[in-house]
């Protein structure tokens, strides 16, 4: 058994390079080739193609360093035990810091966050890792901006559950994702429906998010309809009656 789980362990691991070196080299063939451009264009290209190919550079190098961050957070927790202990949180403190988080990115693609998770009357109190909640919501709330079209929404919910479950739910108005795709939306370096250099790719967000959930005792799932948006939600255990519990 020992055997079979390291050799699995060795199968995600070489899918999981090959996967990555093809993300980083998309980013970098930019970099290169538009730096390489201006180099040879100083003096003779005119100013405005200049400081756009320079913004294209900036962009990717961005790109590059969100990757390589999602890249070790994913190794990170692939090497590690157990978590740490969960505690007990608040739906409204944590829409609020995430949104806080995600709010200028948003703005400088026209899409309106809408947080309906951070009303009193509806705070919802459930247990788990904190960093690792925020991570989660993180990821759903970058993916909800980057796949949505402008003069779009991202609304964000949080419910408790008849069994016990507090659901969040991150809601767009974008571009869906195609049924094709749909059955692999939680495999690593999963784009979201657009081809590649339309859109940055979406790395290990979602993959990371489900194992994540998966070892806190939640589920991750989504409903979606291309050309009508997503909508992404976890649901994690409810604080039984306000006592907080260490598992």
Known sequence: HARSVAEQANETKTKFLASMSHELRTPLNAILGFAQMIELGIGKMPEVQMREYLGIVLKSGQHLLDLLSNILEFSKFESQGEPRAFIA???????RQCVDMVR???KNRGVAIVNDAAAKETEARFVGDPLWVRQILLNLLVNAVKY?????T????????ADDRVRIAVADTGIGIPKEIQDRVFEPFQRLGREAGQIEGAGVGLALSRQLVLRMGGEIGFDSEPGRGSTFWF?????EDEVERVA
């Open 104 to 106: 200028e990115e948003a």
């Open 89 to 95: 949180m608040s739906s409204v403190d944590l829409s």
């Open 148 to 152: 949505n079209r402008p003069g779009g």
């Open 154 to 161: 991202a609304t964000v919910t949080c419910a408790r559950r």
């Open 235 to 239: 649901d994690l255990p409810a604080v």
